[in-house]
């Protein structure tokens, strides 16, 4: 769904500390329709609080850290698959997973790959892109090519 114009002459009230204010409020991303009930003082206040009372232990935030970014190189080998496994410009094959970059083809992108890979990234498992649709079609807008040819295809192009 798209976000509907930011509600700039509509004065809202804050659920937490009560003050009207006209702007300040979040887009609720979960897939509800509104804006957020608290301005961003109060949720971010609200957040330091409660990662204060329930803090993570270093060893379980290196876990944590390390898990997700084993979760992203899978999907990025996933990724490098689907688009061939090699550079479209000069050929080169390699096993390691950070040679590679997505270059957007058409001058339309929706959002960038690796970005996405990054952020949206939760789950632990992905068997295939038939699991992740959004990434899927946009990868139909890519091309595979190693960082050199990327930087050397940007630079002719601009």
């Known amino acids: 769904m798209k976000r509907p114009p930011k509600p700039v002459d509509i004065l809202k009230t804050c659920k937490i500390c009560h003050l009207d204010k006209f702007h300040g409020f979040r887009w609720n991303k979960k897939g509800k329709r509104y804006y957020t009930h608290s301005c961003r003082d109060c949720s971010r206040a609200a957040a330091k609080k409660y990662h204060k009372e329930n803090p993570i232990s270093e060893l379980e935030l290196k876990r944590i850290l390390a898990i997700h970014s084993e979760m992203q190189k899978k999907v990025k080998q996933l ?76 630079e002719n192009s601009g």
């Open 79 to 154: 990724c490098v698959d689907h688009l061939g496994g090699e550079c479209k410009c000069c050929g080169l094959k390699t096993k390691y997973l950070s040679v590679y970059e997505f270059h957007h083809n058409t001058g339309k992108k929706n959002f960038g790959i690796s970005g996405y890979i990054n952020q949206k990234i939760k789950k632990k498992e992905y068997k295939s892109l038939d699991d992740l649709p959004e990434l899927k079609s946009e990868l139909i807008l890519c091309e595979l090519l190693c960082a050199n040819c990327h930087r050397i295809k940007h």
